[in-house]
């Protein structure tokens, strides 16, 4: 009985220590996710006013825009599945949905298509996992979604670019998998081609009743605009996916330390109740053997 209260102390004791952890984790994932929101909110305007002025330039229909390299569908050749995932562990399904997501499309695209396909992994828990099943790894970026930094994207974003433009690695696509974040509470896998670029900025900018009437005049040349907005285009692009799921992750460990803080609570609360009836049992039992004891002494 002793023995079984000691042990009780020390579960509840260490159970204890687990919560404290759990909680500072989930404060710290709160703080990291907040910032990451901030980030993310700070870029995309920066984007949509490059891809305002990507639209404005495009309507001036230079044959040299239309016909960019960037720009152009390839009808064969190598095609790379970036796949952004977290360095650390304790995040719930995170990992897990976007792995599941990126060998979804490996499989698919290899059995339907008959595609080559290699990973460029971002982040420590894919490159583990494809590694592992030794699936084609092109490259892989360690620890940088940690502390996301703007030159970490840069860095991914240029190296993309340039094996996109490089014909002798002969590349038809480049797509990135991640989690897109929606709120602190929903975020989702997303699939988004990066390489070649859709001119999604068709869509963006001033609404056309307010554009179609107006002729710009550019200096030097509506190419050469568009030439230099890209490359500027891209990196918002990347960086803004990073972002993105920086913020999901946080976003993601903040709840999973949550549900772990109060499963703590849950624990501790049924271990003191069985404690505390060990207890009361073995104080019953104490004031029986000295009730018997005294009627004993009475009888003689």
Known sequence: MAQNLIDLRRRIKAVMNTQKTTQAMKTVSAAKMRRSVMELKRSRPIMEKIASLLKQVSQASHPGIKSHPLLKERKSGHNFIVVVSSDKGLCGAFNSHVIETAEERYHNRLNREGDNISFITVGNKAFKHFKKRK??????????MGRLKYESALDLSEYLRDIFLNPEEGIKSIEFVFTAYISASKYEVTVSQLFPIK?????????????????YIFEPSAEEIFRALLPKYINSKVFQTLLQSAASEHAARMIAMDLATRNASDMIRDLTLTMNKLRQASITKELLEIMTATEALTTK
């Open 199 to 215: 001119m999604e900025w068709e869509g963006s900018g001033e609404s056309e009743g307010e554009t179609e009437d107006i002729e």
């Open 135 to 144: 699936y084609p790894i092109a490259k892989d970026y360690h620890s940088i």
